[in-house]
């Protein structure tokens, strides 16, 4: 949940808007996306595992992106 809402305050939110059911599922599903990557740039292969804090910021922060950008393009079109 913090690595989520660190994302969400890196990509440009404020303290007082942190979306917190995002930031859990964004810390959540961020700490396997960043161990998937992690795994991959060291050579082991498509190895899913939970990883440390910077891999699951990074996971998180590619998947709040992802997330901005769907609901943006939802409103616009």
């Known amino acids: 949940m913090i690595a989520g809402a660190a994302a969400q305050l890196l990509l ?18 961020g700490s396997f996306v960043g161990g998937l990557l992690f ?13 440390g804090l910077i891999g699951s910021v990074i996971g998180a922060l590619l998947l709040t992106a992802g997330w901005y950008w769907f609901k943006k393009q939802r409103s616009v079109g």
């Open 39 to 51: 795994s991959l740039l060291k050579g082991n292969g498509f190895v899913l595992r939970p990883s």
């Open 12 to 29: 440009g939110g404020k303290v007082r808007a942190i979306d917190w059911s995002l930031a859990f599922v964004a810390g959540l599903a």
